[in-house]
């Protein structure tokens, strides 16, 4: 997708530029045309586009992606409610300006929030020139402090008790991904491309028949990682992005989520390109739950369960990914078919062998 850094009435796409710069001169104080939109997040996710004012001020406006649309995924108006909520507790989110749901100025819902500065680590050599080895140290201890932060936040005093059902988040969950697999094998099937994936149904029984109780509900990012996060040089989180999974539950699933995420230094062998949290400085993941138990004050002894139903789910969405590659959905390239349909096997080998641990 292109990038236009034209100040005339013309965006990228997915930015209708002419309405969009109307909408946000009537509705946020102090902007100054012409505004300048570049692209800076999106593919099957939100858009996520930079915009720039004439006078250098700086915003972010986050809309659905152009094409394979949920609406339940893809909720703008969610996502805006729960950063605007959040705004006065010590959770770090951008600040919230406006929330537009009129269709007829940019195709979709979209919301706009302050820019943060900071980085996004992605890259293992980006983020080794960025910080040493106790930066980050630092940085790891934040992000599991920042994560018990979240599980804090009194969701009743600030407005968000009514996000979500509290009770049954694990059960929910495997229901709802368990039919999003099924839908996909389906899919496959009708379209002569299909292949079993036993392995996912065998591992769905067991995590069915396995649920820890759940103590309690809390808000749950539902995607908690490193690169859903905007890290300062010094090691600290300066916001946590990405609220779309975001509900009531359980909150060690977020806890899981960040396991199977991160990656040892003892992992690398053999891959391509180091991961950013297997560089030296960055806690392990055993460290990382230590450090979450005695921050959240939580009994953690459940926890592979979660880190396996997190690699189960992650086993369910790569098979979306490969029903709509092996049906050409993505521009009729069917090369990376194989690929995703080997890493469905082998993220749910990981979670029977987490489930293992149990």
């Not at 103590?215 to 749950?220: F, H, I, S, W």
């Not at 939580?298 to 790569?318: G, H, K, Q, V």
């Not at 993505?330 to 979670?351: N, P, R, W």
Request: negative net charge; glycine residues 10%; charged residues 25%.
């Amino acid at each position: 997708m292109s990038v236009s850094n034209d100040l005339t009435q013309e965006g990228p796409a997915g930015i209708a530029a002419g309405t969009v710069t109307e909408w946000l001169q009537a509705n946020i104080d102090g902007v100054a045309p012409p505004l300048r939109f570049e692209l800076i997040a999106g593919g099957r996710s939100n858009l996520t586009f930079k915009v720039t004012d004439a006078n250098g001020r700086r915003m972010v406006l986050r809309r659905p992606p152009i094409s394979h649309v949920l609406a339940s995924a893809h909720d703008m108006g969610r996502e805006h409610r729960i950063i605007s909520a959040l705004r006065d507790t010590p959770v770090p989110v951008p600040i919230a300006l406006g929330f537009c749901e009129d269709g007829s100025v940019n195709e979709r819902p979209f919301y706009v929030m302050d820019f943060v500065e900071g980085h996004i680590l992605r890259d293992s050599g980006q983020t080794e020139k960025l910080m040493d080895e106790s930066i980050r140290r630092a940085m790891g201890n934040d992000l599991v402090d920042v994560l018990a932060g979240i599980h804090a936040v009194d969701i009743d005093a600030v407005g968000l008790g009514d996000l979500g059902r509290r009770e049954s988040y694990i059960e929910r969950q495997l229901k709802r991904w368990y039919g999003q697999f099924q839908q996909s094998q389906a899919q496959e099937e009708e379209g002569g491309f299909g292949r079993p994936a036993p392995l996912v149904d065998e591992v769905y029984r067991s995590l069915m028949s396995r649920v820890p109780p759940q103590k309690e509900g809390t808000l749950v990012h539902g995607d908690y990682r490193l690169d859903n996060t905007m890290v300062g040089e010094e090691g600290k989180v300066r916001a946590v992005l990405d609220w779309e999974l975001c509900t009531l539950g359980d909150p060690l699933a977020d806890v899981g989520t960040l396991h199977v995420y991160w990656s040892d230094r003892n992992e690398t062998a053999g891959l391509p390109v180091v991961p950013t949290t297997a560089l030296p400085g960055f806690p392990t993941r055993d460290e990382l739950s230590a450090r979450y138990a005695a921050t959240s004050g939580r009994e953690i002894s459940d926890l592979p369960y979660y880190t396996a139903f997190a690699y189960w789910r992650l086993a369910c969405i790569i098979e979306g990914v490969f029903a709509r590659y092996a049906a050409g959905a993505m521009g009729g390239d069917t090369s990376q078919a194989a690929g995703f349909a080997q890493a469905v096997i082998h993220q749910a080998e990981q979670a029977r062998k987490a489930l293992g641990q149990l």
